[in-house]
């Protein structure tokens, strides 16, 4: 099935702006243009636009994004290369991952300590008990 920029920015929640912006930096080689040099995305499109935004949600650039590509079409001598990226772009997401745990520990923290607070009507009062 093909589906026009509209629909896919309809599907992907990803403006047609950038749709084009990823084509024109070379993430999107696989999509086809029909007769009229429209953009005919397929499924597996769509499957690419998924695995770009995973990518970038976790933090990796655009250039990176575009190497992994890159290194797909070059095929299977290539598959280390893409082994070893997806394993450091996960010690970078678990690092992430510590970090907003810690932020959500100190978060949870507070949340207790004012609870309390709103319950005694004093933060001095929960602040002078022992157990903070």
Same mark, same amino acid.
């Given at each position: 099935?093909g589906?026009s920029?509209g629909?896919?920015?309809?599907?992907? &929640?990803l403006?047609?702006?950038?749709l #084009?912006?990823?084509e024109?930096?070379g993430l999107?080689?696989f999509v086809k243009k029909?007769?009229?040099?429209?953009r005919?995305?397929?499924?597996?499109?769509?499957?690419?636009?998924?695995?770009?935004e995973?990518?970038?949600e976790?933090?990796m650039p655009l250039?990176?994004i575009?190497?992994?590509i890159?290194?797909f079409v070059e095929?299977d001598?290539?598959l280390v290369?893409?082994?070893?990226?997806?394993k450091?772009q996960?010690i #970078?997401?678990?690092?992430?991952?510590?970090m907003?745990?810690?932020n959500m &520990?100190?978060? &949870?923290?507070?949340?207790?300590?004012y609870?309390?607070?709103?319950a005694?009507?004093?933060?001095?009062?929960?602040?002078?008990?022992?157990k903070?």
């Open positions: 099935m589906y920029i629909q896919v920015a309809k599907k992907t &929640n403006s047609t702006y950038t #084009r912006y990823y024109k930096e999107l080689p029909n007769s009229s040099g429209l005919v995305f397929s499924d597996n499109d769509l499957n690419w636009l998924s695995m770009i995973c990518l970038k976790t933090g250039k990176g575009k190497q992994y890159d290194w095929g001598s290539t290369k893409r082994l070893d990226m997806f450091q996960k #970078r997401i678990e690092e992430q991952i510590a907003l745990q810690k &520990n100190r978060i &949870n923290y507070k949340i207790e300590l609870e309390q607070a709103v005694k009507g004093s933060l001095e009062q929960v602040l002078k008990s022992k903070y």
